[in-house]
Structures are given as C-alpha cells and as structure tokens.
C-alpha cells in the first residue's frame, strides 16, 4: 500500500519560516516526480513546487519563487519543502505529490497558517 504522509504544518507569524516534509512508503520516491500543491479555502488547489525524479531540475509557482525550496532526501525516501519569508497569502492545506507514468499519488494534507 502505498502512502504519502506529510508533516511540519503548523502556525507561524508573517516573515517566518516553515520545513514541510513528505514521507513515502510502498514506493520509492526517487523513482517519482514529486510535487507540493496547496490549497486555501475558497480556491481551486495550485502548484507550488515540483522536482524531477532526479532532482535535477526544480520549479516554482511565481508566487513562491525565491522564497521556497524543494529538496529531495533520498536515504530517508522523502521530499521536503522549505518555506521562508512567509506571508499570510501562504495559508493553505500543504500537499504532496508523487507521479511517475498513470501511477499518482497524494497525501492527505497538513495545514499551514500565516497569521499575527
């Protein structure tokens, strides 16, 4: 069975920073695009970041560019999000992704708040 289980979410003030990470099993990551998509209320779920299965080539929305950074952890079979210079346009349910051919997976969400 496989799974992807995120964590790191949480609350953190406007200019603070947050690690997001995305656990796999029952897949090996590395074998997989990976991606973050987040979701805020109201709004349809949008792209964030997304890594090659190589980790060669990374790419970010324009409102994330500079400020996120997508990084693979191959030996604990995981991918992770940095998130800094937060802003509360940021508040969103974090998930990830991970695709390779028709095979698709998503994890179930972890929550991100950016507020004073």
């Known amino acids: 069975q496989v799974q992807l289980v995120e964590s790191g979410g949480g609350w953190v003030q406007p200019g603070g920073s947050l690690a997001l990470s995305c656990a796999a099993s029952g897949i090996t990551l590395s074998d997989y695009a990976a991606s973050w998509y987040r979701q805020a209320p109201g709004k349809e779920r949008e792209l964030v970041a997304s890594i090659t299965f190589a980790g060669t080539f990374t790419d970010y929305s324009d409102s994330v560019k500079g400020r996120f950074y997508i990084s693979r952890d191959d030996n604990k079979n995981m991918v992770n999000l940095q998130m800094s210079s937060l802003e509360p346009e940021d508040t969103a349910v974090y998930y990830c992704?991970?695709?390779?051919?028709?095979?698709?997976?998503w994890g179930q969400g972890t929550q991100v708040t950016v507020s004073s």
């Open positions: 992704r991970a695709r390779l051919i028709s095979n698709d997976y």
